[in-house]
């Protein structure tokens, strides 16, 4: 246990830590190399994962669950991360943080009850497929549809590069079921052996342990009551579960990370040249020291983090900062521990090479680093908040007095000193408003006679797309581009647009 876990975790965690880690080395490890070559994780291992409860940690004791705290879910990342098969590490996580994440927060009793316990019990393992072959960092572009017949939905379109795809039970399939943006999204459960649902096993560069699939939907049919959470909501469960998921890509860097310099640095105090271990060096002493610094670092903001979400705080900016530190940084230690190998390194039956390989998907799945870096910077730079967006989907109730009185308290003053503008808003059923900003101060007023007033610009929306937008369910640029809203001046919109803070609630 290093300095930082004492900070965080109880005799308990670290009992559990050593019962994970005696059931890895037992089953796991002596193991891998053969599922690197069949590419796929066994059902059976998936079977004695849930035979020792560890598929249901953190979930309710009703289906199985042991209704743990979070920090159980760290150190089965951490763990099954330390086993040098980044497949098998994403092909045993997918199950219990991508898909039965969703089922957990999204599904109705009636889900839960027929899915959950053998999800729990291993007896059914889990996908989440999201990525389209023309949409992967882009959410909302996806375009395989779910349109209601009946009593059921009929699915078509395909996926690509989903982590236990071929192999999955069950598959928590993002659907569009309305032609509108990232607001026309929905999950749907599908079970993986549904016809009409065809799949194909991906060879990939590494993380080959796991299976990841190409998936078909040629009119797959699924009951209505399969839809997780509401219609229309996906997007935002979607953006709600990637936090956890780039807090385990994050631990799973930095553990599989230690593992490597543990590893390298057994093999420096072997290795000689020039007469004495390559550990006296000292150009690659403070490669290590570097490195381990540099981790160490990483790993103390993770563990943060962790602790953020454990105390269920908002933390999407900074799950997005640990996942792209945390990430980049493994590639550095791959390259740089690879190095201290020298040819050795290059060498299959070394086990630096699978590092080498696996550690790169880390800056690409679960979102890339630039779109961390997207993220991060409309956190920071544009005050944009993803954390209520949940809240805000449920929240029915938002009006357009809602949006225009909380004017005042958005109005980002330093921005509007010596501003003034007034802008006519023209909706449906002749409801008009004028905002006027001027001396760093901003009224509105309802307007009975446009006629009679002047305006810098007028923009014509109707109510529904303008609270979408101002929620952040819409993106104005969207709304702009295909008409649902119209502008007189868009340069001065641009301009007003930017003098206020995202609307929360
Ligand atoms: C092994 C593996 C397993 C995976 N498992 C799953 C899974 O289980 N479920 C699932 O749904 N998906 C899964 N994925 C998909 C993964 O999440 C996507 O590959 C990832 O989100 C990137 O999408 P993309 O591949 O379409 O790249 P693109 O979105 O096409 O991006 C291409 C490049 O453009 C950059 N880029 C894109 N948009 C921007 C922007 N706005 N600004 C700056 N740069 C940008 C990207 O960072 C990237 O470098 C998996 C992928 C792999 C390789």
Not at 83 to 103: D, K, Q, R, T, W
Not at 268 to 292: P, W
Not at 298 to 319: I, L, R, S
Request: aromatic share 10%; charged share 25%.
């Amino acid at each position: 246990m290093t300095n930082l876990e004492q900070y965080y975790l109880t005799e308990e965690h670290n009992l559990f830590r050593k019962t994970l880690r005696d059931f890895l080395d037992k089953e796991v490890v002596p193991f891998v190399d053969q599922w690197e070559i069949d590419q796929q994780v066994p059902k059976e291992i998936f079977l004695k994962f849930g035979e020792m409860g560890f598929f249901g940690l953190t979930q309710e004791e009703k289906y199985g669950g042991s209704n743990l705290d979070f920090w159980y879910d760290v150190i089965f990342i951490e763990e099954v991360s330390k086993s040098n098969s980044g497949g098998f590490g994403a092909s045993i996580s997918a199950h219990p943080y991508l898909s039965m994440s969703h089922l957990k927060h999204e599904a109705s009793d009636a889900l839960k009850a027929n899915y959950l316990p053998k999800a729990i019990s291993g007896e059914w393992h889990g996908a989440l497929a999201i990525t389209e072959p023309h949409a992967g960092s882009d959410v909302a572009g996806i375009k395989t549809t779910a349109v209601k017949d009946g009593d059921e939905y009929v699915i078509n379109g395909s996926k690509c590069f989903i982590t236990n795809g071929v192999s999955a039970d069950y598959i928590v399939v993002a659907c569009k079921t309305s032609s509108t943006g990232s607001s026309g999204i929905s999950m749907i459960l599908v079970d993986g052996n549904s016809i009409g649902l065809s799949k194909n096993n991906l060879k990939k560069l590494g993380w080959k342990a796991s299976d990841t699939a190409e998936l078909a939907f040629d009119n797959v049919r699924v009951p209505i009551t399969n839809l997780l959470g509401e219609e229309n909501k996906g997007f935002y469960y979607i953006m709600q579960r990637f936090e956890l998921e780039r807090l385990t890509l994050a631990l799973g860097a930095i553990a599989s990370s230690e593992w490597a310099m543990e590893y390298t640095l057994q093999y420096m105090n072997e290795r000689k040249a020039f007469g004495r271990t390559i550990n006296k060096f000292q150009v690659l002493r403070h490669r290590i020291a570097q490195l381990t610094a540099e981790l160490e670092n990483v790993k103390t903001f993770t563990y943060h983090v962790c602790k953020m979400h454990a105390d269920k705080n908002y933390c999407v900016k900074e799950a997005s900062m640990a996942k792209l530190l945390a990430t980049e940084l493994s590639d550095k230690v791959a390259y740089q521990c690879l190095q201290m190998f020298g040819g050795y390194g290059y060498m299959e039956e070394y086990k630096m090479a699978r590092f080498f390989r696996d550690s790169r998907l880390g800056t690409i799945g679960g979102g890339s680093s630039e779109i961390m870096l997207e993220i991060i910077s409309k956190m920071v730079i544009d005050d944009v908040s993803y954390g209520q967006q949940e809240s805000r989907a449920k929240n029915q109730d938002i009006s357009i007095d809602d949006l225009f009185s909380s004017l005042p308290l958005r109005l980002k003053k330093e921005k509007a000193n010596g501003v003034e503008l007034k802008v006519l808003f023209e909706f449906e059923n002749d409801l008009n408003y004028l905002i006027e900003i001027k001396n760093q101060e901003i009224k509105s007023s309802v307007i009975e006679n446009k006629n009679l007033i002047t305006y810098d610009f007028l923009l014509t929306t109707n109510t529904q797309t303008y609270i979408a937008v101002e929620t952040g369910k819409l993106n104005p640029q969207e709304a702009f581009m295909n008409g649902k809203i119209q502008v007189s001046d868009l340069g001065k919109m641009m301009q007003f647009g930017s003098l206020f803070k995202k609307y929360s609630n």
